[in-house]
């Protein structure tokens, strides 16, 4: 009996230890997040090195390779992190967009207006996000679908693989636009936004 009940207890000890140290990983994680986006901030993106995010969120270097590999992971992570939280409420906004072009114009606006927010950061993160597929690939493949979803309000006679080439389309213009507008410091993102609709509007006058 008293062995069963140490052996409980230890098992529970042993499950609260478990919680306790990924608590202090998920804390140190986000202390070294929020020190990136402050130095990032401060003294901008291609001036902040590893050691010193380390030094600013009192950790070593190697804790901070333990939770990012590099600093484009680490700056990948911040990117999601300043971004979930508004997207979501984006998207219960646009929920009830029927218009396929008026949807995608809305999404590019947010995301436009976001990288505008802070451009040597956005170029630094598109730059290098460009050659890892991944970062891009789940979320662009499902905005696509969305937006052919849409279309059919615009192309009810197309095909569904019509409306994703068109949708596709749009998303390289999208990135296009985004690319150049944030190397263009005396344009902002209501320009750019103009550049991507007039191109939205004139393949689409030429699919009908």
């Avoid at 291609?46 to 030094?55: E, L, P």
């Amino acid at each position: 009996m008293a062995l069963s009940i140490c052996i409980r207890l230890q098992a529970s000890n042993n499950g609260e230890t478990k919680v306790n140290r990924d608590d202090k990983k998920q804390q140190t994680r986000e202390a070294i997040l929020n020190s990136a986006s402050e130095l990032f901030q401060e003294k901008g993106f291609n001036n902040v090195s590893t050691r010193q995010i380390a030094t600013h969120s009192g950790v070593g270097v190697g804790t901070v390779f333990a939770h990012f590999k590099d600093k484009q992971v680490l700056t990948n992570a911040l990117f999601h992190g300043k971004i979930d939280t508004r997207l979501m409420a984006h998207l219960q906004s646009s929920a009830q967009t029927k218009s396929g072009l008026d949807y995608f114009i809305g999404f590019a606006k947010f995301f436009y207006e976001f990288y505008e927010e802070d451009r040597e950061f956005s170029i630094a993160l598109l730059q290098n996000s460009l050659f890892d597929v991944t970062f891009f690939q789940a979320q662009m493949e499902s905005f696509i679908d969305q937006v052919a979803n849409k279309l059919q309000n615009e192309l009810p006679k197309h095909s569904d693989e019509q409306r994703f080439n068109i949708a596709k389309a749009w998303f390289g213009f999208y990135m296009f636009h985004l690319l150049s507008g944030l190397k263009q410091t005396h344009l902002g993102p209501n320009q750019w936004l103009a550049g991507l609709k007039m191109d939205c509007e004139l393949l689409l006058s030429s699919s009908k």
